[in-house]
């Protein structure tokens, strides 16, 4: 396969291989503050790398798949959708981990709610990294020889820094910080270090202190220094990047020249990733205005290879809306006929079918089956669900499988179905079976409604072309338009004048509990 025909997880897997050469294992990394709700776009860093991950092991390699929780951040912005904010506005200039858990009081800190809420998703989608907790390695002051060396070459950092800057970092600048051990806040100024692991502060609620960075873990570099650095800590291999990280200048450029610097060596391969907008709302995805969207949240619309699916089948460097509209229905056909096509169910030449199947196979939870899964239509579920009221022992019932596999797909797919008429589709979609009479109807009306019932009760099996067809002879022999015998249907069955293609419904529904409902509307 060519480079250019081959998915662009293969292409930087191979790539990783060629520049960082053959090693015994590769280091893949990613990581985020866990300042608010971890969204979707943030998951696009998350699933990049879980992909890169499965191409590299593809290729028969051993990886490491590092995820970084940087819960040693100052907590400087409160979320438009965080609870009890006044209490969390004492907490400003705090390292997040010492921020209380506002949401349910059930975790150590604001932080660890966050983390705990990705950590235990993230395995429904198959991505299991290892993670490292910041705030436990500069606690346990393992960073002291890498801050020692940050310091020592402290004019160096300032130039690299101050090349991209409009103002220059002042004489009294340095590449630590610290919180303060009185107060806990960031509020401090580093006055002197004695060239070996002794650093002076002062803070501005009037503690002033030298202490040992190998001792006490209070001092942390600052974030253009610490990426580089734990590049070089980690041994990474390859961590992307969003857009905002990218431009020239920005905190990718100066980690690459400050890690060249410090550590004599080449830096992790690199891969730009663009932001991810919902759809209908537009715009950059962001925790401090609160219109979040989580993996979670995803996770009740999408089956979890579906989300998959919408990374795998996109390039990183392009722009996407993921969508809870009636879009929702196209992505479920389009994941189908992807699914069809790795199984050579669905036509296609080598060239789509090369494309497809490795999308699939990098969509998957698993190792994908040697059968070709069931495929219940979704738009044709969200009809099913609601003619049983999401009752899934009658749903399954309904379509008529024993396989196992098959029961969890469906089991998956009805749920999600429901999630999304409940919460995202439109009225339109939305229905109720009718348990008694409670319309009335005019007499050609009754006349077209018994027409009908004569018809499925003369008919042991009923195609649904040969009675869609039939609608409308009995519209024309009852002296009324297509259109009203249509709603006069739908009022009777459902309460309202529009609802599901009607031969189908009527079909889904069962002869006897559709001729119980027109015998009843048509007296």
């Known amino acids: 396969m060519s480079d250019e025909s081959m998915h662009w997880a293969d292409q930087t897997a191979r790539k990783v291989i060629e520049e960082k050469g053959d090693k015994p294992k590769y280091t893949v990394a990613a990581g985020i503050t866990p300042s608010g709700t971890i969204h979707i776009g943030n998951f696009r860093e998350?699933?990049?790398?879980?992909?890169?991950?499965?191409?590299?092991?593809?290729?028969?390699?051993?990886?490491?798949?590092?995820?970084?929780w940087d819960d040693y951040d100052v907590f400087r912005k409160i979320p438009a959708d965080a609870p009890k904010k006044e209490l969390l506005e004492k907490y400003l200039r705090f390292p997040i981990t010492q921020v209380p858990d506002t949401y349910d009081e059930k975790h150590s800190s604001y932080a660890e709610h966050n983390e705990k809420e990705v950590e235990n998703t993230m395995p429904i989608v198959n991505i299991k990294p290892q993670f490292i907790y910041q705030a436990q390695k500069y606690g346990n002051c393992e960073y002291a020889e890498e801050i020692k060396h940050a310091l020592k070459n402290k004019e160096e950092i300032k130039k690299i820094l101050d090349k991209y800057r409009t103002e220059e970092r002042g004489e009294n600048w340095?590449?630590?910080?610290?919180?303060?051990?009185?107060?806990?806040?960031?509020?401090?100024?580093?006055?002197?270090?004695?060239?070996?692991?002794?650093?002076?502060?002062?803070?501005?609620?009037?503690?002033?202190?030298?202490f040992d960075f190998r001792k006490k873990g209070i001092a942390k570099l600052?974030?253009?220094?610490?990426?580089?650095?734990?590049w070089h800590y980690e041994n990474v291999d390859f961590e992307p990047g969003g857009k905002e990280h990218s431009t020239e200048g920005g905190s990718r450029t100066t980690a690459v020249e400050i890690f060249e610097l410090l550590y004599k060596e080449t830096p992790p391969i690199y891969l730009k990733y663009d932001f991810i907008t919902i759809k209908g709302k537009g715009g950059k995805i962001s925790k401090s205005l609160g219109n979040v969207v989580s993996l979670g949240d995803a996770l009740e619309i999408y089956e979890p290879?579906?989300?998959?699916?919408?990374?795998?089948?996109?390039?990183?460097?392009?722009?996407?809306?993921?969508?809870?509209?009636?879009?929702?229905?196209?992505?479920?056909?389009?994941?189908?006929?992807?699914?069809?096509?790795?199984?050579?169910?669905?036509?296609?030449?080598?060239?789509?079918?090369?494309?497809?199947?490795?999308?699939?196979?990098?969509?998957?939870?698993?190792?994908?089956?040697?059968?070709?899964?069931?495929?219940?239509?979704?738009?044709?579920?969200?009809?099913?669900?609601?003619?049983?009221?999401?009752?899934?022992?009658?749903?399954?019932?309904?379509?008529?499988?024993?396989?196992?596999?098959?029961?969890?797909?469906?089991?998956?797919?009805?749920?999600?179905?429901?999630?999304?008429?409940?919460?995202?589709?439109?009225?339109?979609?939305?229905?109720?079976?009718?348990?008694?009479?409670?319309?009335?109807?005019?007499?050609?009306?009754?006349?077209?409604?018994?027409?009908?019932?004569?018809?499925?009760?003369?008919?042991?099996?009923?195609?649904?072309?040969?009675?869609?067809?039939?609608?409308?002879?009995?519209a024309k022999g009852s002296g009324i338009e297509p259109s009203e015998f249509f709603k006069a249907c739908y009022r009777i069955l459902i309460g309202k004048e529009r609802g599901p293609k009607l031969a189908g419904f009527i079909l889904t529904l069962g002869k006897e509990r559709v001729l119980k409902l027109l015998s009843l509307l048509s007296l």
């Open 174 to 210: 340095w590449p630590a910080s610290v919180f303060c051990d009185r107060c806990k806040k960031d509020a401090t100024k580093v006055l002197d270090w004695d060239g070996s692991y002794a650093l002076t502060y002062e803070c501005k609620c009037g503690h002033k202190e030298t």
């Open 305 to 474: 290879a579906i989300v998959r699916y919408l990374f795998a089948s996109t390039r990183p460097d392009a722009e996407f809306a993921i969508s809870f509209d009636l879009d929702v229905l196209k992505i479920y056909e389009d994941f189908d006929k992807c699914e069809r096509t790795y199984y050579k169910k669905e036509e296609a030449d080598e060239k789509e079918h090369s494309k497809q199947k490795r999308i699939y196979e990098l969509s998957s939870i698993d190792v994908p089956s040697k059968k070709m899964p069931f495929q219940p239509s979704f738009r044709h579920l969200c009809n099913v669900v609601q003619i049983y009221e999401n009752d899934f022992d009658k749903v399954k019932e309904a379509y008529s499988i024993k396989d196992r596999h098959d029961t969890e797909r469906l089991k998956t797919r009805a749920k999600c179905a429901w999630n999304w008429l409940q919460k995202y589709a439109p009225e339109d979609m939305k229905f109720h079976v009718q348990n008694e009479a409670s319309i009335k109807l005019g007499e050609k009306e009754k006349e077209a409604v018994n027409k009908l019932i004569n018809y499925l009760e003369k008919h042991e099996k009923v195609e649904e072309k040969l009675l869609y067809d039939e609608f409308y002879n009995i």
């Open 222 to 230: 600052p974030w253009r220094i610490d990426w580089p650095m734990r």
């Open 46 to 68: 998350i699933i990049t790398v879980d992909l890169i991950h499965r191409a590299l092991k593809d290729l028969k390699k051993q990886v490491r798949f590092i995820y970084s």
